[in-house]
């Protein structure tokens, strides 16, 4: 994704919407684009990362915390984001990197009430050297299920930070030099990784092998990046949840988010299925089952 720099522009807009993409070899047709959105803060980039040889390594890594919302709903999309913090605010939360940060509440988002979420959410875009959040809607869940679903979001975020990121250092470091030990840590929530497409790596120069990708089980209570994606993905789902409240009010859908709650469930039986909704998923396959 071509990124135009300014120095009078301290920040970058970034979207996009990706409405086909290659996954393990074969080439496909999304059944809805999945909307990816954030931002990059070039001017806190550069100064944490346009500095001499003399930096120790430590300085030179950088790390993008990854998380997901809504994997368990019947309805709507699962929301994924990615962060990158300040070098001095990424690290394990026991440590409390955070500590005297306008992000000192942030944990886990799960373990925060909505009121905290919601104030930690601006926060996060506007501390953060960058973020992406990707939307991946019902029909690509029921297309590809939900894992992989999740799994392309947790990819795409990535690369699309990453290319703007990296783009922006190349072009404020024409020799490179910076990049060339640039080490990237990319830390995701829970116990497995996405398959990363290095294509836009190898054209920035960066190699494969400087891309180390860790997947950390319940990482969103454990390392601060993850949990300021967290908040960005939960939030931002929040969201479409309540946009989607106003249009059908008689789901209930401000209070039960799409999960299977009882209410939600007697919704389904009485209003029937949604366009929203992931049809893929046995309570929803019941429902219109019942309505046939």
């Known amino acids: 994704m071509p990124i135009q720099h300014h120095t009078e522009n301290p920040s970058q807009p970034i979207e996009i919407s990706i409405e086909h993409i290659d996954i393990k070899g074969q080439y496909i047709q999304l059944a809805a684009p999945i909307r990816l959105y954030g931002q990059l803060n070039i001017s ?22 990854v998380d997901e919302a809504g994997r368990g709903p019947l ?15 990424s690290g394990l939360i026991e440590e409390q ?29 506007a501390h953060a050297l960058g973020y992406v959040i990707a939307n991946v809607p019902a029909a690509v869940i029921d297309q590809v299920n939900i894992l992989q679903a999740t799994m392309l979001g947790m990819r795409l975020c990535t690369e699309v930070l990453l290319d703007a990121a990296l783009t922006c250092l190349v072009t404020k470091n024409n020799e490179n030099t910076l990049l060339k030990q640039l080490q990237i840590e990319v830390l995701f929530d829970g116990n497995r990784c996405p398959d990363l497409s290095h294509t836009t790596f ?35 789902r929040d969201e479409t949840m309540y946009a989607l409240d106003k249009q059908h009010p008689e789901y209930g859908i401000a209070k039960h988010k799409g999960y299977p ?3 939600h469930m007697e919704a389904l039986e009485r209003h029937g299925v949604l366009s929203a909704h992931r049809r893929s998923f046995a309570p929803v396959i019941k429902a219109l089952e019942r309505r046939s």
């Open 44 to 65: 806190k980039l550069f100064e944490q990362y346009d500095r001499d040889e003399a930096q120790s390594f430590a300085q030179s890594i950088l790390k993008i915390g």
């Open 202 to 236: 190898h054209e920035l120069g960066i190699s494969p092998s400087s891309v180390d990708c860790q997947a950390w089980v319940k990482g969103d209570a454990r390392h601060t990046s993850i949990a300021a994606a967290s908040i960005l993905a939960k939030v931002s």
């Open 261 to 263: 709650t009882r209410a």
């Open 97 to 125: 990197p955070l500590k005297e940060t306008p992000l000192s509440i942030l944990t886990d988002s799960k373990k925060l009430s909505e009121k905290k979420r919601d104030i930690l959410y601006p926060l996060v875009k």
């Open 75 to 89: 309805l709507g999309s699962v929301n994924v984001a990615a962060a990158i913090l300040p070098s001095d605010w």
